[in-house]
Structure formats: structure tokens, C-alpha cells
């Protein structure tokens, strides 16, 4: 008889710092996927508590669950870099699709028969239209802003990360979540722009606020 428990998953939870993030491009400092995760929940925090000032009702259970838990399928397939991944519509989906056959597969075998149905709810995609699904989406889209700003204040020349900061930016400054946008363009962006850097940040953050407008 083969009895499941919750060891396998939560020893799987060391998968996940040693899968790296934007895989194959030089960095002064490597980020990991267990991190990512750590630092999502806490920009999700911050603009969720902003949110909440202004009065919107935020159901903060299900916001850290889905902010905790919202890359653990790359324990799987890795991280895959963006531009791969929004490379079109079709593989962004088969790419959706590989994760959660895969994620239910490992929740059928690998966590207590008790606590699958509780598993299958938290695990599953948790961007969604709700303010906490959009709250992850700003938050994951921010961690990606500020891994590709700190190469580029350092100097790393990796036309990537150019790309990834403006790309990440404009998806933010679009984000259907007014007083966080609002909040992120007029406080965090003058701050990232009076930074020292060693490429222009501000010329970089300019195209994109020039167009935006």
C-alpha cells in the first residue's frame, strides 16, 4: 500500500529556489521562483492595504493564497521567459494547460486524499477578474518591473532586460486597478527616476509615459 502524505510536497518547496528566474541571460543578481513568490505577497500587500483605504473590500485569504501559491507549477515546467511565453496567444495557452494537467496530476498523487479539494482550489490560476486576482497580476508584473530595473541600474547592457522593464511598465500603467496605478505612477516612478543609475532610467521610463498618455 502506498501512502501519500504531505512530505512530497512540502520538500518540493525546495524545487523551487533552485529554479531561476529569466534563465539563460547574464544578471548581477539571480532571483529565484520561492522568492518571487515571497515578494509578490509583498507588494500584494502594500497595494491591496492601499486599495482597501479607498475603499475597496479586499478578501485578503484569498489574496495571499493566490500570491503564495501562484508559481508553484513552475516547479514542473521551470520558468519560461516572457517573451517565449507571450509569444502567442495559442502556446500561452497549451503552456496553461501543461500546468494544470500537471498540477492536478501531483495533487491526485502526492497530497493527502483530506486535503485535495482544499489543494485544487488554491493551486488553481488565481489572475481572474476579482480584485485580488488583479492584485496578483499587478504584483507579479511589478516584481518583474523592479528584477529588470535593478539590472539595468547596475549596467547591464542585456537589451532583454530593456524590454522586460518596458514591457512590465506598460502593463502596469494599464492595470484595471486605478488608485494602485495612480499610486505606482506618481510616488514609485519619480522615486525610480531620481535613482543612480548606470543606464538612463528615466529616458527609458519617459518612452513609455510618453506613449501612454
Known amino acids: 500500500m502506498i501512502f ?3 512530505h512530497r510536497f512540502f520538500t518540493s518547496l525546495n524545487d523551487l529556489e533552485r529554479i531561476f528566474r529569466a ?5 548581477f543578481e539571480e532571483h529565484n521562483v520561492a522568492a518571487h513568490s515571497w515578494k509578490v505577497s509583498q507588494y500584494a500587500m502594500f497595494f491591496a492595504t492601499l486599495e482597501e483605504m479607498n475603499g475597496a473590500t479586499i478578501n485578503w485569504k484569498s489574496l495571499y493564497e493566490k500570491t503564495i501559491n501562484h508559481d508553484f507549477a513552475e516547479v514542473f515546467i521551470g520558468d519560461i521567459k516572457t517573451p517565449v ?3 502567442s496567444i495559442e502556446l500561452k495557452q497549451m503552456l496553461a494547460h501543461v500546468e494544470e494537467k500537471m498540477m492536478e ?7 493527502p486524499s483530506d486535503f485535495q479539494e482544499v489543494f485544487s482550489e ?10 485580488e486576482g488583479r492584485l496578483l497580476e499587478f504584483s507579479d508584473k511589478l516584481d518583474q518591473f523592479y528584477e529588470s530595473f535593478a539590472e539595468l541600474k547596475r549596467g547591464n547592457t542585456d537589451k532583454e532586460f530593456v524590454i522586460m522593464y518596458q514591457q512590465a511598465l506598460e502593463k502596469l ?4 486597478l486605478h488608485v494602485s496605478v495612480r499610486y505606482f505612477r506618481n510616488e514609485i516612478l519619480n522615486d525610480v527616476m531620481h535613482e543612480d543609475t548606470q543606464i538612463n532610467i528615466a529616458a527609458l521610463t519617459n518612452e513609455v509615459l510618453n506613449t501612454s498618455e
Not at 173 to 176: E, S
Open 4 to 6: 501519500i502524505g504531505i
Open 23 to 27: 534563465p539563460g541571460r547574464f544578471k
Open 85 to 87: 511565453k507571450h509569444a
Open 105 to 111: 496530476k501531483f495533487i491526485q498523487e502526492e497530497i
Open 122 to 131: 488554491r493551486m488553481k490560476e488565481g489572475k481572474d477578474e476579482t480584485i
Open 173 to 176: 500603467l494599464k492595470m484595471p
